[in-house]
């Protein structure tokens, strides 16, 4: 059910693995979904790694991106994309009459990861989750033919919480990337630092700013949840997986009183009973 992922970006050295705590293609998913879910994912987790990893300059990342965006471009123009990932794209977006607009919000994010390390409001982030996140889902209920606007709207609050929920447990590792992305004004309000963040320092304020993060993000997911019981068959088992995946990353945080610094929170087998449990006797 995990996924390590590893990709080459063509035409450099950028080859890193990752590891993910929420399934992508399970075998949960039809195997008629399972080759578009991996070349969706393929597409995505390619271009962040041209934004985020490595010791390329940013007008590097930049350039690979628009090479991006001028093979979606293509795409559109039904054209013949040059790499061996659009072709399978172009093969995807037109087998299952996909937008291209959840393509083009993806890179928009990856072009802003360049630029962007700090998010004044929770707006702001939010805003980033609407193009980093929620395309992933919208994709999804399309490929499902569900993307009915009740849907959309439960499914953009589970994407939106799980980058959220990935933002909390990264906290320290995005820290060594100059990135913050808990709101400077929520940062401000509980009066912790980024010398805080920097030192690891677990004060009283630092707990209470996390456990209002928690909180908020999981009353998100929960909103979103009962999205797993409109669609059917396995989609809506992998849809309970991953939402109970995310809440347990949450239960995780506050079990190690907020402490993301010393031990990232990670899913254990353990862990797993307790999620399929949850799914189990959860009625959404």
């Keep these: 059910m995990f996924y390590h992922y590893r990709f080459q970006h063509?035409?450099?050295?950028?080859?890193?693995?990752?590891?993910?705590?929420?399934?992508?293609?399970?075998i949960l998913l039809p195997s008629n979904?399972?080759?578009?879910?991996?070349?969706?994912?393929?597409?995505?987790?390619?271009?962040?790694?041209?934004?985020?990893?490595?010791?390329?300059?940013?007008?590097?990342r930049l350039a690979a991106l628009s090479g991006y965006i001028a093979e979606l471009d293509t795409i559109?123009?039904?054209?013949?994309?040059?790499?061996?990932?659009?072709?399978?794209?172009?093969?995807?977006?037109?087998?299952?009459?996909?937008?291209?607009?959840?393509?083009?919000?993806?890179?928009?994010a990856f072009i802003q990861d360049i630029s962007t390390k700090r998010y004044e409001t929770y707006d702001d982030l939010l805003d980033y989750c609407r193009l980093s996140a929620n395309p992933v889902g919208l994709l999804m209920l399309h490929l499902y033919e569900?993307?009915?606007?009740?849907?959309?709207?439960?499914?953009?609050a589970i994407c939106t919480s799980l980058q959220l929920i990935n933002f909390w447990q990264d906290i320290a590792i995005d820290w060594k990337k100059d990135r913050i992305y808990l709101p400077l004004e929520e940062l401000a309000r509980f009066n912790v630092?980024?010398?805080?963040?920097?030192?690891?320092?677990?004060?009283?304020?630092?707990?209470s700013l996390m456990q209002f993060e928690i909180d908020r993000t999981r009353k998100l997911m929960l909103s979103g949840?009962?999205?797993?019981?409109?669609?059917?068959?396995?989609?809506?088992w992998e849809l309970r997986l991953v939402v109970q995946g995310g809440l347990r990353i949450l239960d995780r945080i506050e079990m190690a009183a907020c402490d993301i610094f010393n031990k990232r929170p990670l899913l254990q087998g353990g862990d797993w009973l307790s999620i399929i449990w949850q799914c189990l006797k959860r009625k959404d």
């Design 76 to 108: 559109e123009r039904n054209g013949h994309p040059d790499s061996k990932l659009f072709i399978d794209l172009k093969q995807v977006i037109g087998e299952f009459r996909l937008p291209l607009a959840p393509f083009r919000n993806l890179l928009a």
């Design 225 to 236: 949840a009962p999205l797993a019981s409109r669609l059917p068959g396995r989609i809506g």
């Design 33 to 60: 979904l399972r080759k578009p879910v991996e070349v969706i994912y393929a597409f995505a987790r390619s271009a962040d790694d041209i934004a985020d990893e490595g010791d390329f300059r940013p007008e590097e």
């Design 193 to 207: 630092t980024a010398s805080d963040i920097a030192t690891g320092n677990l004060s009283d304020n630092w707990r």
């Design 146 to 156: 569900a993307a009915t606007e009740e849907n959309k709207r439960m499914s953009d």
């Design 10 to 26: 063509s035409g450099s050295s950028m080859a890193v693995e990752h590891y993910e705590n929420f399934p992508v293609a399970s």
